[in-house]
């Protein structure tokens, strides 16, 4: 990933997980902060059908909840999230019927010694592409997906994202090679539990638009 230069005095924190083949509700665990807790829920699909002549029109949708508890410095912050998303598919051809609604992808809601929430919107304009908003009363920041790789010549998929206040990136979040998150040396204590729990709930989150597609395909298989 490559990463903003307002970050270059940022020492980047690798992320751990207990285990090599990555489990949904394998601990996290970067820099000072770990996950004390994760519980990952069942997810959801739901589809029916319009029967257009020989053919059918499919609406789909998915989605799935978890929930994680942070070991930060001045306590537990717990999140409870949900992934969400919705389709309509005909033959060969689908459309990702969430991001014109503008239904959040992911939302959640924080709790405990910090309490906020942060949710992000796809772009239906621009593809892989996600932006949305965080929240913790005083603290507000913006959140942008990145498909930036060092040495890449184009934009490909997205492969982690930026915390930015105003246009300042003051964190950011690789979700490849393992995973790494960076914050400002200029982020108070708070602050940085802050970005540690948005950055948790971004390294557990899993795309509900890849899910339905991945549903669908085994569908067909079958």
């Known amino acids: ?14 992320v751990e997980r207990t285990s090599s083949w990555r489990k949904p509700e394998d601990p ?23 029967p257009i002549g020989k053919a059918a ?68 304009t621009l593809a892989s592409s996600e932006e949305g908003k965080i929240d913790f009363g005083v603290t507000r920041w913006d959140l942008q997906s990145v498909n930036r790789i060092e040495g890449s010549r184009g934009p490909g998929s997205i492969v982690g994202y930026e915390i930015r206040l105003d246009n300042e990136v003051i964190a950011a979040v690789e979700l490849i090679n393992g995973g790494r998150v960076w914050m400002s040396p200029d982020l108070t204590s708070l602050e940085q539990d802050r970005v540690a729990s948005v950055a948790m709930a971004l390294l557990l989150y899993e795309s509900p638009q890849n899910q339905i597609e991945s549903l669908r395909e085994i569908e067909r298989d079958d």
């Open 1 to 14: 990933m490559q990463v903003s230069r307002d970050l270059a005095d940022a020492q980047p924190f690798a």
């Open 57 to 124: 029109l499919e609406f789909e949708s998915y989605e799935k909840p978890f929930h994680f508890d942070l070991d930060a410095s001045d306590g537990v912050i717990s999140a409870e999230c949900i992934a969400r998303a919705e389709a309509v598919a005909y033959k060969d051809w689908s459309l990702d019927s969430g991001a014109l609604k503008g239904i959040p992808p992911l939302h959640c809601a924080y709790y405990g010694a910090a309490e906020g929430e942060m949710e992000f919107f796809e772009m239906p």
């Open 28 to 50: 996290l665990t970067f820099g000072q902060w770990h996950t004390t807790g994760i519980d990952v829920g069942w997810g959801k699909f739901r589809s029916h059908a319009a």
